[in-house]
């Protein structure tokens, strides 16, 4: 509580500084403001070095622009509506990185760090359910290793070849077997955490959450954190992908924060089954309870999956967000002053052009 308020302080502070509240700085500070090199920090200090050398009109930065956040399911040797081989994991990722798209975590997406490169689009990977193929052990010197033909080991090898590609993916697991190696369970998700992996909320049991009211939805949930708590004392389980997608309105409110027995949850955000790209975090249209996923599939998704967005961010440049490669910045295009989302990221300095 101490730590809130103190945090707040300081916020209200640095907003005080900047004699007018975040959403008043897009409109009115850099109104008619040009290149980067007329801007001086709230203390009006000059910028840093690698902001002052951004050429916005050659770089384009659209911090307004929408981000990808895939969903996969399976990775296996049987290509399907819901599994990728995992030579087509591999491609997907190279198209990725080809295409100038870069990976960074759900979280840093949703606190708005977004570190991406500038020039470069931001990409979320997440995978639900907790199946076999994303994470098979495969010993080696008598020492489980992931085996390289499953998600987490492609994943690493990839990052690894490419290192400017970024690296994180969000698993979305239900109990009692994630992963489905009933030995490894513990190893398993210990080694995604120190290894910059994220674990979300599935639910406990892969419920349908339109089925429960308020009591049952916290049980799934509650339920959920609970166990994986168990293998991480402390871990912060604090995204949902919801299983089939829905839950009852009336009960939209039990998905972000709750209790089951002595397990309490929050949710940062709230993940759909598809089929858009997501607002930007900065975007006053970003809806946090209902962030839409593509399906990073090619069989049955004609027009929505992830090569069909692809084209469509090909055709549509302008669409997509391009990052200005500062986190502490928000660079959007003139006019677009009125679309940033009110009242979050106020630390944030506004730059239109
Ligand atoms: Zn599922």
């Not at 987490?152 to 239900?174: M, N, Q, R, W």
Request: hydrophobic fraction near 30%.
């Amino acid at each position: 509580m101490k730590k809130l308020f103190t945090y707040l302080t300081m916020v209200f502070i640095l907003l005080s500084l900047v004699s007018c509240g975040p959403q008043d700085k897009a409109s009115k500070q850099d109104e008619g403001a040009g290149p980067a090199e007329k801007y001086t920090d709230i203390k009006g200090n000059k910028p840093k070095k690698e902001q002052k050398d951004i050429d916005y009109s050659a770089v384009k930065p659209n911090e307004l622009g929408q981000v990808m956040i895939l969903m996969y399911h399976d990775i296996g040797d049987k290509e399907s509506e819901w599994v990728r081989t995992p030579d087509n994991f591999r491609k997907d990722l190279k198209t990725l990185y080809d295409k100038k798209f870069r990976l960074i975590s759900l979280n840093d997406f949703l606190d708005g760090n977004i570190k991406t490169a500038a020039g470069y689009t931001p990409v979320v990977i997440t995978f639900d359910d907790g199946d076999l193929g994303q994470f098979k052990v495969k010993m080696a010197g008598g020492k489980p290793q992931p085996d390289p033909d499953t998600a987490v080991g492609i994943l690493i090898d990839f990052c690894k070849e490419h290192p400017d590609f970024g690296s994180c993916a969000t698993f979305y697991i239900y109990h009692p077997l994630p992963f489905r190696e009933k030995e490894y369970i513990d190893y398993k998700l210990k080694f995604l955490v120190d290894n910059g992996f994220e674990i979300g909320n599935h639910t406990d049991t892969h419920s349908s959450l339109s089925k429960l009211d308020g009591n049952g939805i916290e049980k799934e949930l509650g339920l959920n954190v609970w166990h994986t708590q168990r293998y991480l004392p402390g871990y912060k389980v604090n995204t949902l992908a919801l299983p089939y997608g829905s839950v009852a309105n009336e009960y939209t409110k039990y998905l972000l924060d709750g209790r089951y027995e002595d397990t309490v949850y929050h949710n940062k955000a709230v993940l759909l089954v598809g089929a858009n790209p997501a607002k930007s975090p900065y975007d006053a249209e970003f809806d946090n309870i209902k962030l839409p996923r593509i399906r990073a599939s090619e069989m049955d998704v004609e027009g929505f999956g992830l090569y069909d967005w692809i084209k469509y961010f090909n055709k549509h440049p302008d669409k997509r967000y391009i990052s200005d490669g500062d986190p502490d910045t928000i660079v959007i295009r003139k006019g677009m002053e009125d679309n940033i989302r009110k009242g979050e990221f106020g630390n944030k300095k506004i730059i239109s052009y």
